[in-house]
């Protein structure tokens, strides 16, 4: 404690003349810390070594989904069969089929919600007519449409033997390839029309009576989704197709009765040659790729075209 001491002064008091000494001022100066500075004082301080730092929290993998599922009809769809009596019919394909086709097997731009998987193509199509076999079989190749041969997946092929792969190897060199004029055709030329399956008129679930008498119809999409499965490239896992990220394009919205809300209807084709409903279904089709749940974002397409 320090204390400074202030001399006696002398004050003359006015009314009896007397000196009066003024109290001694004591000034003291204390060096003691406030109660509220001892108290955090006492509290003990992480030295830097023994600082906690926040932990990082990992995020969790995003298990891979398949590329959404886009089923075409034919007959009124994608083509028209025009009848002629005494004649076989003519097949006309509907205008911007080549755009469509183009965009939907092209690489994706951007993953969108996809971004956790490696797809190699917009959609992955299949056909399903509910013609009968034959007729979808020529219907498919009027339009140049295949179906896409399945090849083993990477992890079985890696189970060959060492002098397997070798001698695949050693095959393949020999070859000769004129590789630049290869990759000069494939980016002049259209991608290929090929697509995970064709379905008929056999996968309805018909009588024998039935499959050849015309009759009303109906596509349960349950069958696909029971039936169907894409593999993933990088682990070779089978996954399963759903109502989330399923569409199917046709004429017909009767046969689609027992999944109403993953139908995107299309207008029928008669021939027209103006026709633009196909670069009209593209525009659609680049919303839904990313949509979370299609049968939603389907129900919102139609709204918004019907307030337009």
């Known amino acids: 404690m320090l204390q400074a001491a202030q001399s006696p002064a002398h004050v003359l008091d006015k009314n009896d003349g007397h000196k009066v000494q003024s109290q001694k001022l004591d000034l003291s100066i204390s060096a003691?810390?406030?109660?509220?500075?001892?108290?955090?004082?006492?509290?003990?301080?992480?030295?830097?070594?023994?600082?906690?730092k926040p932990a990082v929290e990992k995020e969790a993998p995003i298990k891979p989904s398949p590329p959404p599922l886009l089923i075409l009809d034919l007959n009124g769809c994608l083509l028209y069969r025009e009848y002629q009596p005494g004649h076989p019919r003519i097949i006309h394909p509907r205008p911007h089929l080549k755009e469509l086709f183009q965009y939907a097997l092209s690489p994706p731009v951007d993953q969108g919600k996809h971004d956790s998987t490696n797809h190699k193509q917009n959609w992955e199509i299949m056909?399903?007519?509910?013609a009968q076999s034959k007729n979808v079989e020529m219907m498919c190749q009027a339009i140049d449409v295949t179906k896409r041969v399945t090849l083993p997946n990477r992890n079985r092929r890696a189970k060959q033997a060492p002098h397997q792969l070798e001698d695949i190897s050693n095959r393949l060199?020999?070859?000769?390839?004129?590789?630049?004029?290869?990759?000069?055709?494939?980016?002049?030329d259209p991608l290929p029309r090929r697509v995970l399956d064709v379905w008929d008129r056999s996968q309805l679930d018909l009588s024998s009576a039935d499959y050849n008498r015309k009759v009303s119809t109906t596509k349960d999409l349950r069958k696909v989704w029971d039936g169907l499965a894409w593999t993933d490239p990088e682990s070779g896992e089978e996954l399963k197709w759903g109502a989330h990220n399923t569409v199917i394009v046709d004429d017909s919205p009767d046969k689609l009765s027992l999944q109403p809300g993953n139908l995107c209807m299309i207008n029928e084709f008669s021939g027209d040659s103006s026709d633009k409903s196909l670069l009209e279904l593209i525009e659609k089709l680049k919303v839904l790729r990313n949509a979370a749940d299609i049968p939603e974002a389907i129900k919102k397409l139609n709204e918004k075209g019907a307030s337009a």
């Open 32 to 52: 003691e810390p406030s109660i509220a500075s001892a108290k955090l004082s006492q509290t003990p301080q992480p030295t830097p070594a023994t600082e906690t």
């Open 127 to 130: 056909i399903w007519s509910s």
């Open 173 to 188: 060199d020999s070859l000769s390839i004129d590789q630049s004029k290869d990759q000069g055709a494939q980016a002049s």
